[in-house]
């Protein structure tokens, strides 16, 4: 697949984890503080346990809220939503309680 075939966030991930499979797509701490790499590989295969989670759970038009902290699950869940077609909408979690009320309420959040 060339650049200009690459139109959703799935393509993208589908074909930069193919073409780097064994290369660190994070470096990330374990529960013991110690940092190991994680591949574009192991990228994928969380992705997609994920997004078949989700895809059970969530609508086909679905829209799917990402509210956390900056993190490996964001970027997770954020992949995961679009690798199933659906639309994500990330959310500040330092937005006071009123504005994320009426963020989700606007954007007609399904989960």
Not at 4 to 26: G, K, M, P, V
Not at 75 to 92: E, K, M, N, S, T
């Amino acid at each position: 697949m060339s650049k200009q075939d690459i139109t959703t966030l799935r393509q993208l991930l589908l074909t930069s984890c193919e073409s780097y499979a064994d290369n660190t797509a994070f470096l990330l701490r374990d529960k013991a503080d110690v940092l190991y790499n994680l591949s574009y590989r192991d990228f994928l295969k969380d992705v997609k346990a994920v997004a078949a989670y989700l895809d059970d759970k969530v609508p086909l038009e679905g829209k799917v809220a990402i509210f956390m902290k900056n993190c490996y699950e964001w970027c997770l869940f954020y992949f995961a939503v679009a690798f199933i077609g659906r639309v994500v909408v990330p959310l500040d979690k330092d937005l006071p309680f009123e504005e994320l009320e009426n963020i989700i309420e606007f954007a007609e959040i399904d989960a």
